[in-house]
T-cell receptor, first 115, second 115 residues
Framework: AQTVTQSQPEMSVQEAETVTLSCTYDTSESNYYLFWYKQPPSRQMILVIRQEAYKQQNATENRFSVNFQKAAKSFSLKISDSQLGDTAMYFCAFRPGAGSYQLTFGKGTKLSVIP | GAGVSQTPSNKVTEKGKYVELRCDPISGHTALYWYRQSLGQGPEFLIYFQGTGAADDSGLPNDRFFAVRPEGSVSTLKIQRTERGDSAVYLC?????????????FGPGTRLTVL
């Protein structure tokens, strides 16, 4: 079974600054996918970024980038130029490359962007 | 449709009652997932449909929970003899093919409160 750990229940960042959210996972799978989802107060989960484990290059989506360390089983999210609209819960999630296609989520990090 | 929709958005019921929660996935998406999110936690997988059949129901907590997707589109999650511990937000997601890297698009959830 897979586990996903987010060790920072809450974080805050000044508007326009950079913040990094941590995520570690445990798996015996060799092929898998990692995701960061954002959940604002409206409850709708929105995909922020996705990483395929067999790709060494870190994924980037505009102001969002990841630091994927496969050997360390670490998958952190960096948000640059933080904006007020980034305030939300952020969940790290794991999905095997084959077999069961369920997402396994961490407990989340509540990010507050301060004006 | 434009996105995944779920009805009702909120449901309050009494202990022991039966409830049905509905999910309308994105048109053309063959894979559909149900998750349950308790307060302060990340979503937890309940069941996954590929087409009309339940491909993985390993997350259903007990036999009071049942889900159907008779025509491969709309799905209904049914909970019998509700208990206070069933109170949570029930999230539905859909993806195009159900492959490992497919993005799962989430609905806004149904908040179930069992009194």
């Amino acid at each position: 079974a897979q586990t996903v750990t987010q060790s920072q229940p809450e974080m805050s960042v000044q508007e326009a600054e950079t913040v990094t959210l941590s995520c570690t996972y445990d798996t015996s799978e060799s092929n898998y996918y990692l995701f960061w989802y954002k959940q604002p107060p409206s409850r709708q989960m929105i995909l922020v970024i996705r990483q395929e484990a067999y790709k060494q290059q870190n994924a980037t989506e505009n102001r969002f980038s990841v630091n994927f360390q496969k050997a360390a089983k670490s998958f952190s999210l960096k948000i640059s130029d933080s904006q007020l609209g980034d305030t939300a819960m952020y969940f790290c999630a794991f999905r095997p490359g084959a077999g069961s296609y369920q997402l396994t989520f961490g407990k989340g990090t509540k990010l507050s962007v301060i004006p | 449709g434009a996105g995944v929709s779920q009805t009702p958005s909120n449901k309050v019921t009494e202990k022991g009652k039966y409830v049905e929660l509905r999910c309308d996935p994105i048109s053309g998406h063959t894979a559909l997932y149900w998750y349950r999110q308790s307060l302060g936690q990340g979503p937890e997988f309940l069941i996954y449909f590929q087409g009309t059949g339940a491909a993985d129901d390993s997350g259903l907590p007990n036999d009071r929970f049942f889900a159907v997707r008779p025509e491969g589109s709309v799905s209904t999650l049914k909970i019998q003899r509700t208990e206070r511990g069933d109170s949570a937000v029930y999230l539905c997601a859909s993806s195009l093919l159900g492959l490992g890297g497919d993005e799962q698009f989430f609905g806004p959830g149904t908040r179930l409160t069992v009194l």
